[in-house]
């Protein structure tokens, strides 16, 4: 009777959220909307702020890990690595345009509340990551994918996820001003092995996995194919203290050399929306609704100041990366929100006592309300600037 009652309980649960997502997805469609709204609208109807359906928010928050880790594994099948590298420019200077113009303007405002540096640091470098889950759905969705615009946005997009390692070292150093040899060491050596992989990729011609020609028509062990190879580099990078969506990406890169690639991305797919679904459904129960209300002028205030000053920090970038002033807008609209991996900057921010609970819980607050106005702030853009400014 235990286990059939708590089995009910959990049958609640899956069977709201995927009622709330289906209503909420419908009408979104006829708006021609994203279902990243849904998926947040869900989580904040069913969560703490809502009808407290979901109380398991742990539980909910490490599905949601998994679906960053797919989500990057995608992410690295769409990339070649070769044409990445040729690209490096565009991404250091993008990237590199976007994280120094954040900390200068959050150490203009941090002079005027007297912030000290490492607060500066911590805030400017939250600011600077856009969100990997919401870039590249809105490339796809706007036709963007293999577009120059889109493709320089991405390389922006995943140097930013590549620089969250050095930024989590850093971080972690000013917090409580020790280093940690012993873990810097085995990131380093993490590091190193990395590099000498994706060095293997440049210079081997044709990459095959084990076992390619049995699974090529077996649609069933493909899909365990593809989860074996994705989280064998995920639990790889872990182990080396470094991020498994990092590991979960270079997987990625591995397939694209690979014949593999055109089935496992088909096979996987379902997987994504799933997974990808969760992430996003405890973003928006971490959206605290009473704190909302209590702070909504300080936290309309720093949404607003996100969007402006990412907004226009990516526009100057992709401006100076050849793009027209129209596309660099429209790319840069993309770009404007700020990303998951930021959550980590935060959390670890607070635990290290650089930034107090009423910033960490602001922080969150406006990280969440980022991600789910975006879609809204491109489309509001596209519609500013016109489709004959921003025809690719």
């Known amino acids: 009777m235990i286990f059939a009652s708590a089995l009910s309980h959990e049958l609640n649960i899956i069977l709201g959220i995927a009622t709330s997502v289906l209503l909420i997805g419908l009408v979104l469609k006829r708006l021609k909307q994203p279902y990243i709204i849904a998926y947040i609208l869900t989580g904040v109807l069913l969560g703490p702020s809502g009808v407290h359906l979901i109380t398991d928010f742990e539980t909910a928050e490490l599905i949601g890990e998994f679906g960053l880790v797919i989500l990057m594994f995608f992410i690295g099948m769409e990339i070649s690595l070769s044409d990445f590298i040729r690209k490096w420019r565009v991404a250091l200077f993008g990237t590199g345009m976007q994280v120094l113009f954040s900390i200068l303007i959050v150490y203009i405002l941090g002079a005027f509340l007297d912030w000290p540096f490492k607060r500066v640091l911590l805030l400017g470098f939250i600011i600077s990551l856009s969100s990997s889950a919401v870039v590249i759905r809105l490339v796809e969705d706007h036709g963007l994918l293999h577009k120059r615009i889109g493709q320089q946005v991405i390389s922006i997009l995943l140097t930013q996820d590549i620089l969250i390692v050095p930024m989590i070292i850093l971080m972690s150093f000013v917090g409580d001003g020790a280093l940690h040899w012993d873990q810097i060491s085995l990131q380093l050596i993490g590091g190193v092995l990395i590099v000498l992989f994706l060095f293997f990729l440049l210079r081997k011609k044709e990459i095959r996995i084990p076992f390619a020609k049995d699974l090529e028509d077996d649609h069933e062990l493909q899909v365990f194919a593809g989860l074996i190879i994705c989280f064998a580099f995920a639990l790889f990078t872990s182990s080396f203290e470094l991020s498994a969506g990092l590991g979960a990406f270079v997987a990625g890169l591995f397939i694209n050399a690979s014949p593999a690639n055109h089935w496992l991305h088909e096979r996987l797919h379902s997987f994504r929306v799933l997974l990808i679904s969760v992430f996003f459904l405890s973003v928006g129960m971490q959206i605290d609704l009473d704190f909302l209300a209590t702070n909504w002028l300080v936290v309309t205030l720093m949404v ?89």
């Open 304 to 392: 607003l100041v996100v969007f402006l000053s990412n907004h226009g920090i990516n526009t100057f970038a992709l401006r100076g990366l050849g793009n027209s002033w129209h596309r660099s807008i429209y790319g840069a609209s993309l770009l404007a929100q700020i990303g998951e991996f930021s959550y980590v900057l935060a959390s670890l921010g607070y635990h290290s006592e650089i930034i107090t609970n009423y910033t960490y819980q602001l922080t969150v607050l406006v990280i969440s309300i980022t991600i789910f106005i975006s879609p809204l702030w491109v489309d509001g853009t596209k519609l500013l600037i016109g489709r004959k400014g921003i025809k690719m």
